[in-house]
């Protein structure tokens, strides 16, 4: 990433952008999921930027100037962490950032990323296309358990207190209401995978982002389709498909998903050498720039769990 060819742009960025400044605190989001648990806790007492905005793939994420014109003046920047912003310290570095970097992920219990597929076929992947890069040790796509969204909306909300105490008030009530929004939506998720089998609870997801939401409602992921926990990795070799269709088979997988804007041919192989259903797509990773898909937290996590339990009851009935 070459930060050093953006730092003149930035110069111009952030002289433009500094009429724009006003005397609310300046918080920048690293993308679209934690803006959303801003917007939820701050409302409208704060300036937000958005690094990777709604449409845009966290994985694939890439630096432009007027993101460092944003970080050069901001008073906090919020991120997942876990290894998920890998860019984020370059980034700030070369803004020059003098604010408070929060990490949401840093007070949780992070799960081992997912290598199932690796464990026998390591380096079997096709790689000529993959420039990508590792995530690290840990799953971080936390947010896909309500409880670690209420964690995370906790330490958000201290930090904005401490930023803006004249406002920590409406940030402490604000928190509160959504605590008790996000304990709901808990709720319905146990209702709905409830009313499913636990042996029946068996799914395929083309990268490994669910892996906190099955662990939450007894959902088990034999494997995924890319092997690994980012959109980067290259597509699974031939033998790596033939050892997918063996093991949806051995293990009566209900349902394979796909991920949005991914290369659909290769759940679509899946489910039709398996006699599955078609595969559906799942917003995990980020929200949507348009009507068709999720526009913030709630609706992405109720669309994951009914478009998962809908799937699931469907295979049964099939069956």
Known sequence: MALRKLIPALVLWTVSALWLHADKPHVVASFSLPADWVRQVAGDRVELDVLAGNGQDIHAYEPAPRDLAKLSRADLVVEIGAGL?????????ASRFQGRRLTLSAPLTLRHANDELD???????????????????????VWMDPENVRLMSQILTDALCELD????????????????????????ARERFDKIPVEDRVIITYHDNLGYFAAR??????????GSISTESGEPSA?????LIRLIRQDKV???????GSNARLSTELCR????????????????AGPD???????????TVDTVADSLQTSQHIE
């Open 85 to 93: 912003e890998y860019w984020l310290d370059d980034m700030l570095a």
């Open 273 to 288: 050498e398996t006699g599955l259903p078609a595969p559906k797509a799942l917003y995990v990773g980020y929200l949507s």
């Open 254 to 260: 209900g349902a394979v998903f796909t991920d949005p």
């Open 239 to 243: 033998r790596q498909m033939a050892r």
């Open 165 to 188: 105490p004249p406002n920590a008030e409406t940030y402490r009530r604000n928190e509160e209401r959504w605590a008790q929004h996000l304990n709901d939506l808990d709720q319905h």
């Open 119 to 141: 464990h026998e076929e390591h380096g079997d992947h096709d790689t000529h296309e993959h420039d990508g890069h590792h995530h690290g040790e840990h799953d971080p796509h």
């Open 293 to 303: 898909g999720p526009q913030d937290y709630e609706a992405l996590f109720l669309s």
């Open 217 to 226: 409602y007894g959902i088990e992921i034999p494997a995924t389709i890319l």
